[in-house]
Nanobody
Framework: VQLVESGGGLAQVGGSLRLSCAAT????????MSWYRQAPGKQREVVAT???????NYLDSVKGRFIISRDNAKTTVYLEMNDLKPEDTAIYYC???????????WGTGTQVIVSS
């Protein structure tokens, strides 16, 4: 399985960006998909998680601003980021839990920079 992210870039405070992550390869075992982020000098943290069906979960600091969604037919996950803040600046990584593989797959990351 390969995860390919797109949609990062530069945004102003209060602006919006939309990230996409497409899974290719043997995707039948993919279950939960998530977005993580890692800011300079900080540990990687989970931003949002979405199961194939059911309840999504969000990091407290992004609740009400970010929306995770997925297209199960394409095994693509999206992260709509609104009202961006400087503290959202980070590299954002797509992650997929694969029950056939017995582990998680990671994308290579996409940079998000929020400037004031």
């Amino acid at each position: 399985v390969q995860l390919v992210e797109s949609g990062g870039g530069l945004a102003q405070v209060g602006g919006s960006l939309r990230l996409s992550c497409a899974a290719t390869g043997t995707i039948q075992g993919i279950r939960d998909m998530s977005w993580y982020r890692q800011a300079p000098g900080k540990q990687r943290e989970v931003v949002a998680t979405i199961p194939p069906r059911g309840t999504t979960n969000y990091l407290d600091s992004v609740k009400g601003r970010f929306i995770i969604s997925r297209d199960n037919a394409k095994t693509t996950v999206y992260l709509e980021m609104n009202d961006l803040k400087p503290e959202d600046t980070a590299i954002y990584y797509c992650n997929a839990d694969d029950v056939y593989y017995g582990g998680r797959h990671w994308g290579t990351g996409t940079q998000v920079i929020v400037s004031s």
